[in-house]
């Protein structure tokens, strides 16, 4: 027998899935969500000895420090389309900052958020933010139901294009690279699809018939 919990899980989840198949008309639905903490490393020094005839050496520098880059992003279902933006930091003011720019960039109908419940999301910040901003709704995914967010899809195909094997040396070049790999990927973005794809039907070419 399912409990009211299990109910309630099962409620949250068959609406997310409703907004992907069947989004109210005139509407438009976002999946958001933070990557990150991105952070700065120092260059590796070029090989050589030093005057007194050391090996150059080169302090690790890899930290959680003031330098650290957050990048919000949100995915628009109906096209496929990414925004992104870079903040220093994971808190009410950015993600309301965030929020801004989705609503500038769907300027017609309603805007149905897909997230998850990080404080940031539904403080009292947030929510006295989104009563001045009516056409914003916030649909939160259940705990523990992370691939319920197509937000988090992207991120994978994000950090191999923006971020696998470099180096960055300041907040700005993280700022850089996110805004290239963000307008390379809008360029073949194509429409989100809930569900698996149904397989592509090949023709053969050749038929053989083996006889015994």
Known sequence: MDTPE????????TRIVELYTSPPAGATVVCADELGPV???????????????????????????PEK??????LRVRDGQELTMTATSRNSAFYQQFLQLVEDANPVGDIYVITDNLSSHNSVSTRTWLEDHPRIRH??????????????????????????????????????????????????????????????????????????
């Open 69 to 74: 880059t957050w990048v919000y992003g949100a």
């Open 6 to 13: 299990r109910c309630g899980l099962r409620g949250k989840r």
């Open 139 to 212: 649909v939160f995914i259940p705990v523990g139901a992370c691939w319920l967010n197509l937000q988090e899809g992207w991120w994978r195909i994000f950090r191999k294009t923006a971020l696998a094997g470099r180096s960055f040396g300041d907040r700005d070049h993280i700022t850089h690279a996110t805004e290239v790999a963000t307008a390379q990927l809008n360029t073949r973005a194509r429409p989100g699809i809930w569900g698996r794809p149904a397989p592509p039907t090949r023709r053969l070419r050749r038929r053989y018939v083996y006889v015994l």
């Open 39 to 65: 952070i700065p490393r120092a260059f590796p020094p070029a090989p050589g000895w030093s005057p007194d005839g050391h090996r150059i050496k080169n302090e690790i520098d890899y930290s959680r420090g």
